[in-house]
């Protein structure tokens, strides 16, 4: 069943990826939507859940968060991949994949040739630095998000933060071709160690935010989400090989 309340108190993104991670911790609830603009939470549980009960996942009646039951319940719309089509979906991702890739293409085109060493740095350089743009746009936001799904941010809060500022050192370090050897380990392990949390969440179902272009983009936790991590960790790996 799905139910709709009234929430208030959400300020920022970083408020959203914090209710949607206590309301998605109770028992029973199996989706949530939230919304700081119009003050609402959407959810879909299993059986009903009191209003009491989700205000204590929200820290009690002395929370900033303050959630109550519409005059009258009614079906809403809660997020789903089949809502829209996959390219509606992922537009914003596709677009900064295709523009990276004519990038890197034109760069490391020389006399008519591909030199694929020369590609794949340009094209991780424009894709760390382009994603942590998107993430620092929102830190807190990026952090809360990532923390729900990530198994090192979620027992250490303070790597979700420092994951951000690693990618845009991963992105500087590529563009400018700064010891490739340390660079592609450093990418090797963290999007291995990235990777695994994804995975898990992907394989159980869960219909959560991803964090990859940080909370400026409503975008789900997919498979593109794996291939995009995947992608990374391959380009790394064969680079290492190459050196």
Same mark, same amino acid.
């Given at each position: 069943?799905? $139910? ?22 109770? +028992? ?19 059986? $009903? ?25 009614? +079906? ?9 089509? !996959?390219?509606?979906?992922? #537009? ?9 890739? @004519? ?6 085109? $020389?006399?008519?040739?591909? $030199? ?18 998107? #993430?620092?746009?929102?830190? #807190? ?13 979620? #027992?250490?809060?303070? !790597? ?14 590529? @563009?400018?071709?700064?010891? +490739?050897?340390?660079?592609?380990w450093i990418t090797? @392990? ?11 969440? @992907? ?18 936790m997919s498979t ?20």
């Amino acid at each position: 069943m799905k $139910h709709s309340y009234q929430l208030t108190g959400m300020t920022c993104a970083g408020c959203e990826a914090k209710v949607n991670s206590l309301l998605s911790a109770v +028992p029973g609830i199996n989706t949530v939507q939230v919304s700081k603009d119009k003050n609402t939470a959407e959810l879909s549980m299993d059986q $009903h859940i009191s209003t009491a009960t989700l205000q204590s996942a929200l820290g009690g009646s002395e929370s900033k968060y303050q959630i109550s039951a519409l005059a009258v319940a009614q +079906p809403v719309e809660v997020f789903d991949e089949a809502d829209k089509s !996959w390219i509606q979906t992922y #537009k914003p991702i596709l677009i900064i994949f295709s523009y990276i890739t @004519v990038l890197a293409f034109l760069l490391s085109l $020389h006399e008519g040739t591909i $030199h694929w060493m020369s590609f794949m740095s340009i094209f991780m350089g424009g894709f760390f630095l382009t994603f942590s743009f998107f #993430k620092l746009l929102d830190l #807190k936001g990026f952090a809360e998000s990532y923390a729900m799904y990530d198994l090192v941010a979620g #027992k250490f809060k303070a !790597w979700g933060y420092a994951y951000a500022f690693i990618e845009l050192s991963l992105g500087l370090a590529y @563009v400018t071709s700064y010891n +490739p050897f340390i660079t592609n380990w450093i990418t090797l @392990v963290v999007m291995s160690v990235s990777i695994i949390g994804v995975l898990r969440s @992907v394989l159980n179902n869960k219909k959560i935010k991803c964090a990859c272009l940080g909370a400026v983009f409503n975008l789900p936790m997919s498979t593109v989400t794996i291939v995009e991590d995947a992608l990374m960790i391959v380009m790394s790996a064969v680079m290492l090989l190459m050196l």
